[in-house]
């Protein structure tokens, strides 16, 4: 794998997927990451020989909007059995729950039609559905089973495709779309289209989240910066893609711990477009943010690096914690995988199957209690409670890092 990070950024010639801007600002080359997070492989073999792809992300300067303009749609697949699901944590549990009660009460989704967008295996659709007494539509091209679902006297009907064009007609009274906007290779395509299925005459609410791009930046966290994500959205990019297909942004704000997701809940627009002096105070933020971020790219790589080996020269047993994508990006960027044989997840879904990249075993939480590691890499410090917790309860005593 290579790394070229510039320090100080420089323009090319590219167009902005998001406000059509013609020139954009490289700002990281990253090559060798894993092409994709939710798919495990069956054997180490094959974990090691999976696909890999390129990011080098790209800044707009008129916009905000962060992308990688080496993706290649192809290099990976959303099919079934592609499993990311975080539900099985208290802490993320909580606050689907948290967010599904707001939705309900704030638009009056009683006796109502909910489409989502990218359900995965529709947990937080039936909880809207459920909350409300109300049916729901679920399209996602990884649902392992797809018909009708009955939830007491509501139907949930789903559906195992990608969202496009084709749905257009689906009559409902609320859309809302999680943690997907972000991995998809049009965006703007994805909204214009949904905006498309409200049409005209009717005022229907959505609701959107992705990964919160500024605060990836502030925070440095690397390890967030995933193949599959074509697109990092600022405040002012989430918002301005939206106004761009024809929506007027009722609300755009951090969410979830650490503010590390951003939400946004906007309706059709009747009036015409209109810029904010705001909008532009936060590009120039997010463009010094950005550039700080690939500045200490290469440093906080080196950083972990040495930290690993010098605790396996001291002959440390060291098990990661966390295979979801930060997880998975940190053991192949920082080429751990002779330091780091075994990776835990809590979602059995994930339990068994092989990290693709690095090719460690991932294995469930009661494997720590016959390993007895020394040290338990934590790759997201949004669980550390949850996890600092399980351990204890376990009667595991050993030293935690925190990536």
């Given at each position: 794998?290579?790394?070229?990070?510039?320090?100080?950024?420089?323009?090319?010639?590219?167009?902005?997927?998001?406000?059509?801007?013609?020139?954009?600002?490289?700002?990281?080359?990253?090559?060798?990451?894993?092409?994709?997070?939710?798919?495990?492989?069956?054997?180490?073999?094959?974990?090691?020989?999976?696909?890999?792809?390129?990011?080098?992300?790209?800044?707009?300067?008129?916009?905000?909007?962060?992308?990688?303009?080496?993706?290649?749609?192809?290099?990976?697949?959303?099919?079934?059995?592609?499993?990311?699901?975080?539900?099985?944590?208290?802490?993320?549990?909580?606050?689907?729950?948290?967010?599904?009660?707001?939705?309900?009460?704030?638009?009056?989704?009683?006796?109502?039609?909910?489409?989502?967008?990218?359900?995965?295996?529709?947990?937080?659709?039936?909880?809207?559905?459920?909350?409300?007494?109300?049916?729901?539509?679920?399209?996602?091209?990884?649902?392992?089973?797809?018909?009708?679902?009955?939830?007491?006297?509501?139907?949930?009907?789903?559906?195992?495709?990608?969202?496009?064009?084709?749905?257009?007609?689906?009559?409902?009274?609320?859309?809302?779309?999680?943690?997907?906007?972000?991995?998809?290779?049009?965006?703007?395509?994805?909204?214009?289209?949904?905006?498309?299925?409200?049409?005209?005459?009717?005022?229907?609410?959505?609701?959107?989240?992705?990964?919160?791009?500024?605060?990836?930046?502030?925070?440095?966290s690397i390890w967030q910066l995933m193949y599959e994500y074509y697109s990092f959205f600022t405040p002012a990019s989430l918002s301005r893609l939206f106004e761009e297909c024809g929506f007027a942004v009722q609300a755009v704000r951090p969410c979830y711990v650490d503010d590390q997701y951003l939400q946004i809940e906007a309706v059709p627009r009747t009036e015409p477009r209109v810029d904010s002096s705001?909008?532009?105070?936060?590009?120039?933020?997010?463009?010094?943010?950005?550039?700080?971020?690939?500045?200490?790219?290469?440093?906080?790589?080196?950083?972990?690096?040495?930290?690993?080996?010098?605790?396996?020269?001291?002959?440390?047993?060291?098990?990661?914690?966390?295979?979801?994508?930060?997880?998975?990006?940190?053991?192949?960027?920082?080429?751990?995988?002779?330091?780091?044989?075994?990776?835990?997840?809590?979602?059995?879904?994930?339990?068994?199957?092989?990290?693709?990249?690095?090719?460690?075993?991932?294995?469930?939480?009661?494997?720590?209690?016959?390993?007895?590691?020394?040290?338990?890499?934590?790759?997201?410090?949004?669980?550390?409670?949850?996890?600092?917790?399980?351990?204890?309860?376990?009667?595991?005593?050993?030293?935690?890092?925190?990536?």
């Amino acid at each position: 794998m290579t790394m070229v990070s510039r320090d100080s950024a420089s323009f090319i010639a590219v167009e902005c997927p998001v406000c059509e801007s013609a020139d954009c600002l490289a700002l990281l080359d990253v090559s060798g990451l894993p092409a994709t997070v939710g798919a495990l492989c069956s054997s180490q073999e094959q974990a090691l020989k999976a696909p890999k792809g390129d990011l080098n992300l790209t800044f707009c300067p008129n916009c905000s909007y962060l992308w990688n303009r080496s993706y290649e749609p192809g290099r990976h697949e959303y099919v079934v059995g592609y499993e990311i699901s975080l539900h099985f944590s208290q802490v993320y549990q909580s606050f689907l729950e948290s967010l599904a009660r707001r939705l309900v009460e704030a638009y009056r989704l009683r006796n109502a039609t909910i489409l989502e967008i990218a359900c995965g295996t529709g947990h937080f659709l039936r909880m809207l559905c459920e909350l409300g007494n109300n049916d729901g539509i679920g399209i996602d091209p990884v649902l392992e089973r797809e018909g009708i679902e009955k939830l007491g006297s509501k139907d949930i009907r789903l559906i195992r495709n990608k969202f496009s064009q084709r749905y257009a007609d689906l009559q409902c009274d609320f859309i809302c779309c999680r943690q997907a906007l972000h991995a998809i290779p049009n965006p703007k395509e994805l909204v214009t289209v949904v905006r498309r299925t409200i049409g005209e005459k009717r005022r229907i609410p959505v609701y959107f989240e992705v990964v919160n791009a500024s605060e990836l930046l502030r925070r440095h966290s690397i390890w967030q910066l995933m193949y599959e994500y074509y697109s990092f959205f600022t405040p002012a990019s989430l918002s301005r893609l939206f106004e761009e297909c024809g929506f007027a942004v009722q609300a755009v704000r951090p969410c979830y711990v650490d503010d590390q997701y951003l939400q946004i809940e906007a309706v059709p627009r009747t009036e015409p477009r209109v810029d904010s002096s705001d909008s532009h105070r936060e590009v120039c933020e997010a463009l010094q943010s950005a550039q700080a971020f690939a500045a200490g790219f290469r440093e906080k790589i080196a950083f972990w690096e040495d930290k690993l080996s010098g605790l396996q020269k001291e002959g440390k047993k060291i098990v990661a914690w966390g295979a979801g994508g930060r997880g998975i990006n940190f053991l192949s960027l920082v080429q751990a995988s002779r330091c780091v044989p075994y990776i835990v997840d809590i979602n059995p879904n994930r339990c068994g199957g092989y990290v693709p990249g690095g090719g460690q075993k991932v294995v469930s939480p009661e494997f720590v209690k016959q390993y007895r590691p020394d040290v338990l890499l934590l790759t997201n410090p949004t669980y550390e409670h949850e996890v600092r917790k399980q351990v204890e309860n376990m009667g595991i005593h050993c030293d935690f890092l925190i990536t």
